[in-house]
Nanobody, 115 residues
């Protein structure tokens, strides 16, 4: 079972920045894809961004140009740099990692953007 440990959430004013980190451990097989979803109160969980082991990235339209995902394969760690944050970015952010042998989720970290 792969464990994902997230860090970096918090409270920030609109226009500010936060950086989320997520480290995977517990498997000899490095994740194929790592990324972030988010879920706001009363809404469905949605993809924010993900990145393959080769570095290919995907972003939701709502965060393109403001968020940047990156990955350190040696550390099995994924990062999400969030800039120009908006109140509508407020949500619980969940890290995930997948591989043909597993699919794991983090416990979630709260991001709150005040106006």
């Amino acid at each position: 079972q792969v464990q994902l440990v997230e860090s970096g959430g918090g409270l920030v004013q609109a226009g500010g920045s936060l950086r989320l980190s997520c480290a995977a451990s517990g498997s000899t097989f490095s994740p194929r894809t790592m990324g972030w979803y988010r879920q706001a109160p009363g809404k469905q969980r949605e993809l924010v961004a993900d990145i393959s082991s080769g570095g290919s990235t995907k972003y939701s339209d709502s965060v393109k140009g403001r968020f940047a995902i990156s990955r350190d394969n040696a550390k099995n760690t994924v990062y999400l740099q969030m800039n120009s944050l908006k109140p509508e970015d407020t949500a619980v952010y969940y890290c995930y990692a997948d591989h043909p042998y597993y699919n794991s989720w983090g416990q979630g970290t709260q991001v709150t953007v005040s106006s």
